[in-house]
């Protein structure tokens, strides 16, 4: 059973796709691209008013940084990886009128969807630093260079993630309301809201191997800390992310032919 | 010879899918590579290769298979079983919608779609207003495509395909959706696409377009290749395979109420011809017609017999029960009418007589029947009918 037609990736396509997405998530709105900064400064404000004047919430390893800066430099970036997920599971199903009717590389869809979400939080993200640098916090900029790869492969992990989940929503739709939960779970038990050292020591084991620890942790350390600690794990993220982003893809072609009898 | 489409031995299953458990079932057939357990098998076995300056027409009853087959070949879906070759720049407009999206603009949607084919922002700039005064659908192109409707769907989508050139021009029955003027238009196009190379391949059940347009066809049944040859050929067996069909129902459908429990017509002729060749008359010949109906409860029933111009409209016509005229009785079950249309004074032409039979109440039509004939003769007169008239002093 093999397809010998060549199913290009359409990059003029791809483009359209990401720009269609923000724009239908931002620009319906009366203020349309203002709401991509102003509400992650909402947002912001109201985490900083929750922790720091009701929870009075202190982090000892942040020292004189203050939980607000040690909490934002995490969160926006899951709120992206998060986001991209739960958005880009329903996707395939979202653009049944183009699958049914137009053959393309499907994986173009989900793709699209995540990184049009990365792209609305990173512009987020940014104005999130520029306010906490103006409210006193020193940020590492010229750290930037690194964590945009850091952020990169968090949006790779998101790709792979979302070429699975989608893939399999379309014939378990089950999975729509099972994928939040799971998400808000993996939210706690990742230190976004407290430190790693919080946790107990037996589940500190299993910590290691949530990419996501890893990824908040590095943020923290160049944008808040200024300290670059890259070692042989760094390289092997990278190995097992890639090699299961090539997986997710190889396992989202093998259905990506049959969407079209489920949709 | 060049091939830009090849079939070996496809078979499509499309699952079955209505429980949550057969989606489940489906989902880890496809998983481990295996064929779905249960599902209807919508193709079977088909080779078929196309190659390039062709032109080939799909013919088929409807759920033949068509659909599927133009699907499987442009790639929207992955056979079950069986190789697909395509070596070829397709366009495809399959169904209604061609992949637009309704809540966004055509605009929009044009855009999408051409960079789907492969047109660069640019190729596109430069090709936008051709795309739009071929789709001619003025202001709308900026409104949302759910308010279109089906015809300026089908307008822009074709627009959009005449822009991107492509090697093999893929067509789902949807030029029937488009007005008289559109479908003109495109037709003219596609056979300019043919004169310069273009690779055609038409599904459509209007037989006139598969032969007007097609060298070759293709007749689809349940599934199968019932037939691929030449157009005419083809779609002359298709189209007597229809007839067949349809003499098939009607007698099913006489049997199922009985034996023969309709009045039906069972000999129409004009002054003793009823031959293949078309009955000529001059001015002012007498018609005589004569008219056998069969009569499953040995009633009497009641005749009609019109004159008919050609162009379809009515002339004149007469119902036998209005006029009191009964039918003789020729054998049991079998009535006859006799009619003398005198010293006809319809002008020359081609007209149509034609009869129908009812029941012995007048009050339902259950057959009809049409026999061409010519008036002939010369004369300056306009209109169907010569009004008695002399001119006055």
Known sequence: MTLEKKKKFEWVFFQNLVVRQVRQDYLENITGFAWLILQPLILLAVYAFVFSTIFKARIPEAGDIGFVPYLAVAFWPWTAFSEAILKANNSITANGALIGKVAFATEQIPLASVTATFIMHLVGYLAVLVILQLMGTSIHWFHLVLVLPVILLMWILACAISLFTSAIQVFVRDLAQILPPLMTFWFFTTPILYSSSYLPASIQQFSQWNPMAWFVARLRELLLFGEITFSYRSLLVVFVVVVFAWLSLRFFRRFSGHFEDFL | MDTLVRLEGVSKIYPRIHKSRERLQAFVSLLFGREPAHGARVLKDINLEVVRGQSLGIIGENGAGKSTLLKVLTGVIRPTSGRVMVHANIAAMLELGAGFQPDFSGMENVRMKASLMGLSNQELAERLDDIL??????????????????????????????????????????????????????????????????????????????????????????????????????????????????????????????????????????????DNETPRFAMGDNLDVE?????????????????????????????????????????????????RLKNIALLPGSYNLSAHSMDPEGIRVFDSCQMPFVISGETKEVGYIRLPHEWLD
Not at chain 2, 314 to 335: R, T
């Open chain 2, 291 to 339: 008219l056998q109906i069969f009569s499953p409860d040995d009633r009497p029933p009641v005749g009609v017999v019109g004159v008919v111009r050609a162009d379809g409209t009515p002339v004149y016509g007469v119902v036998s029960d209005n006029e009191d005229a009964a039918p003789v009785k020729l054998a049991e079950n079998l009535y006859r009418f006799r009619l």
């Open chain 2, 133 to 274: 005064a071929f789709a001619d659908i003025g202001e709308y192109i900026h409104e949302p495509v759910k308010h279109y409707s089906s015809g300026m769907v089908v307008r822009l989508g074709f627009a959009v395909i005449t822009a991107c050139r492509p090697d093999l021009l893929i067509t789902d029955e949807v030029l029937a959706v488009g007005d008289e003027s559109f479908q003109k238009k495109c037709i003219n196009w596609i056979q300019q696409f043919l004169e310069q190379g273009g690779t055609l391949l038409l599904v459509s059940h209007s037989m006139y377009v598969v032969q007007k347009l097609c060298q070759k066809a293709l007749w689809v049944h349940n599934g199968r290749i019932e037939e691929y040859g030449e157009v005419f050929p083809v779609t002359q067996s298709y189209l007597a395979w229809h007839e067949k069909r349809t003499a098939k129902e009607k007698e099913m459908q006489v049997k199922a109420k009985g034996d023969g429990a309709y009045y039906r017509i069972e000999n129409f002729e004009i002054n003793g011809s009823n």
